[in-house]
T-cell receptor
Framework: GESVGLHLPTLSVQEGDNSIINCAYS??????FIWYKQESGKGPQFIID?????DKRQGQRVTVLLNKTVKHLSLQIAATQPGDSAVYFC??????????????FGTGTRLKVLA | NAGVMQNPRHLVRRRGQEARLRCSPM?????VYWYRQLPEEGLKFMVY????????ESGMPKERFSAEFPKEGPSILRIQQVVRGDSAAYFC?????????????????FGPGTRLTVL
């Protein structure tokens, strides 16, 4: 399969453990943040989002934390499963300020789940 | 409800040829975005279109690249006189009505991408 990035930072976790993937975003004016999962040879798949007026949001097995003070975003995956193995991207959106709604993506983290 | 569709999934061109990439947004979505992904990099924004209008093309190279989203039919990303550096995965995303409109959302949903290889 296609390799999305040969030199992406890699996080290896044991199956069943919790995973934490971190992301530093660039613009303090960003008001919407998204985490995407990208499997080899596929397009980014939406996981969870959060707006800048929140600092935490939970989904099914996933939690996103937002720290606007240090411009940091994290994705927590509970009870990591082999199917979670993928590259994870954070994206920020400046829609409220720029009006153009384009996303700015981070460089990505490869998650490897060990059996 | 079908997701974002892109074709072809793989495209091989020789230097100097033209590449045409197609994107059909999700049903009910009127906003289309194109991104490029090079190896070892995240996705980079290229252009944002609404029906018959280019809203933001700040990420698009000034020469050889063009995009359209006609009233009928898919959005097209066109690359003329391709060079080896154009080899990449090109992703299309779509979203519903603008966030400024009631019921709008910022969320963009991505297609499977077109892998362009220039020989």
């Amino acid at each position: 399969g296609e390799s999305v990035g040969l030199h992406l930072p890699t996080l290896s976790v044991q199956e069943g453990d919790n995973s934490i993937i971190n992301c530093a975003y660039s613009n303090s004016a960003s008001d919407y943040f998204i985490w995407y999962k990208q499997e080899s040879g596929k397009g980014p798949q939406f996981i969870i989002d959060i707006r800048s007026n929140m600092d935490k949001r939970q989904g099914q097995r996933v939690t996103v934390l937002l720290n606007k003070t240090v411009k940091h975003l994290s994705l927590q995956i509970a009870a990591t499963q082999p199917g979670d193995s993928a590259v994870y991207f954070c994206a920020e959106n400046l829609s409220r300020t720029s009006g153009t709604y384009k996303y700015i993506f981070g460089t990505g983290t490869r998650l490897k789940v060990l059996a | 409800n079908a997701g974002v569709m892109q074709n072809p999934r793989h495209l091989v061109r020789r230097r100097g040829q033209e590449a045409r990439l197609r994107c059909s947004p999700m049903k009910g979505h009127s906003h289309v975005y194109w991104y490029r992904q090079l190896p070892e990099e995240g996705l980079k924004f290229m252009v944002y279109l609404q029906k018959e209008n280019i809203i933001d093309e700040s990420g698009m190279p000034k020469e050889r690249f063009s995009a359209e989203f006609p009233k009928e039919g898919p959005s097209i990303l066109r690359i003329q006189q391709v060079v080896r550096g154009d080899s990449a995965a090109y992703f299309c995303a779509s979203s519903p009505m603008s966030p400024g409109v009631a019921g709008g959302t910022d969320t963009q949903y991505f297609g499977p991408g077109t892998r362009l290889t220039v020989l």
